[in-house]
């Protein structure tokens, strides 16, 4: 019976040691073994998002010394049963990959004063574009559906991809459908609302690149078609504003300019991003109408402790040329207000301003509260800042988390306005 310590060369994969003028096999053979074991660790660890050099170091802890009990174990050059018993469950747990993305289905349902009550059938796709780029945030894919009782149907599909460490963002979107709503005029109107039936369909395709202080700059380009008619159910109609009847082709060039720092892009707790976009549609590319549109965008994010989070928007938008109604800037889109029906107040320039409280509870549960103003300007000789066409609104709702992993929420707003409440339920953050 002879027992034989071996301590591994640091500086070589062959290490052979003798014991009367024998040489061990078997101690080579655990030598690259244990490389093996490392190898696995490491292409487990570089497979997942939250790879760190921490995991690393972990997983791989230094070559521990080898004993050998048996001679005849030497000469057979095979491991122990109860070594072997130990070595493969650990290997096998050690090449188990983790999931690369993370999938986030959301049937979310509507009610709306707008398009009436449904189904917003979403579901989408989060993940890093390279499992080796841990620069980049992650992407998504996703598509949308809508259903509802007043004979609305559309659906859509988009992307938004981060490649080559952040250098690169790639976004495109592609929507159809018809949507019945309506129209209640511009400003504060009062008298008809005018029922419209409008059908297209809408392709939006963008390339960024960073170029300095973490600013992404890219053009744009809009290709859409509508045709746009009156519900003739209703025999009470006010006149007709321009883009009626007609098959209007929509085609623009753009350009985007964002510098984002947030640290996650679906929940963020700090940082800021300031976003602007510029919309020329031509004639001369084959659209119906020639106008501009410019939209203003500001985000800020402050952790108030480790669970609390303000939040604060800031939106701005103007329209040139002769644009058709719904070119215009529209309060109540893109949750600016919430409180507030999409349609009933939209001119050529638009402010509003909000702030959001948002508390993380456990399991998953959490809660936001908010409130803000705005308003519509008709032109540049109307008063800016007119007390009587002030449109705040307040609210709040519960969120939960549909994804761990990224900290994607399912939102649920109930806002109330000057003159209407509303409530939606989204994927995300407002803003």
Partial sequence: MMTLRVVPNPRSRRTVFGAGGRKVPLVVRLQRSGYRAVYLCFACAISTWTWGPLDLVAQSPPAAKVEVQSSDSQE????????AAKTEPEKTKKAKKKPRGSIVPAPLPIVSPAIGTGIIPALGYIFPFSKND??????????VGLL?????????VGVDLYMKENTYEITSMFGRGNINYNLYGSGVFEGLKLPLIQTGELFRGEVLRRLWWKIFVGPRFWVGNSFVAVNTSSSDLPPLPPGFGINNTMRALGLRMIRDTRPNHF???AGTKLEFTSDFFMQSLGSKYSFQAYRLTFNKYYS????????YDLFACATGGQPPFYGNCIYGTQN???GYTAGKYFDRYMFAAQVEYRLTLPYGIGLAGFTGV????PGSSQVLFRNNHFLPDVGGGPRYELSKKYHVNLAADFARGRDSWNWGVGVGEAF
């Fill in 148 to 156: 509802t009782n007043n004979g609305s149907r559309g659906w859509g």
């Fill in 76 to 83: 057979s050059g095979k491991a122990s049963p109860a070594t």
């Fill in 304 to 311: 108030l402790s480790k669970n609390q989070v303000l939040a």
């Fill in 374 to 377: 705005g308003e519509v300007v």
């Fill in 134 to 143: 841990e620069v980049s945030p992650p992407s998504v894919i996703g598509a």
């Fill in 336 to 338: 600016e207000l919430r």
């Fill in 267 to 269: 929940f963020p707790t």
